[in-house]
C-alpha cells in the first residue's frame, strides 16, 4: 500500500524558512516523479515543484523559482523541499504527490500524479 506524509509546515514570519520533508512507503521515490502541489483558501491546487525519478532533473512554478528547492533521498525514500524568502503569499495546505513509476509525461498537472499526501499547512505572516 503507498503512502505518503509530509512533515515540517508550520508558522513563520515573512522572509523565514521552512522545510517539507515527504516519506513514502510501498513505492519507491527512485522510480516515480515526486512533487509538491500547494492549495490555498478559495484558489485550485497549483503545482509548486518537482523531481524527475530521471536523474535529478527539478522543475519549479515561476513564483517560486529560487527560493525554493526539491531534493530526494533515495535511500531514506523521502523528499525534501527547502523554502527559503518566503512571502505571506506563499500561505497554503502543502501536499507531496507521487507519480506511477518510470512516468514520462508531464510533472505540472494534477492528474500527473497519482498517490497524495494529506497535506501540511503553511503560514507566512506579513
Known amino acids: 500500500q503507498v503512502q505518503l506524509v509530509e512533515s515540517g509546515g508550520g508558522l513563520v514570519q515573512a522572509g523565514g524558512s521552512l522545510r517539507l520533508s515527504c516519506a513514502a512507503s510501498g513505492r519507491t521515490v527512485s522510480t516515480t516523479n515526486m512533487g509538491w502541489f500547494r492549495r490555498a483558501p478559495g484558489k485550485e491546487r497549483e503545482f509548486v515543484a518537482a523531481?524527475?525519478?530521471?536523474?535529478?532533473?527539478?522543475y519549479y512554478a515561476d513564483s517560486v523559482k529560487g527560493r525554493f528547492t526539491i531534493s530526494r533521498d533515495n535511500a531514506k525514500n523521502t523528499v525534501s523541499m527547502q523554502m527559503d524568502s518566503l512571502k505571506p503569499e506563499d500561505t497554503a495546505v502543502y501536499y507531496c504527490?507521487?507519480?506511477?513509476?518510470?512516468?514520462?509525461?508531464?510533472?505540472?498537472?494534477?492528474?500527473?500524479?497519482?498517490?497524495w499526501g494529506q497535506g501540511t499547512q503553511v503560514t507566512v505572516s506579513s
Open positions: 504527490a507521487q507519480s506511477k513509476q518510470y512516468y514520462s509525461g508531464t510533472y505540472y498537472h494534477v492528474n500527473a500524479y497519482d498517490y
Open positions: 523531481i524527475s525519478w530521471r536523474g535529478y532533473s527539478t
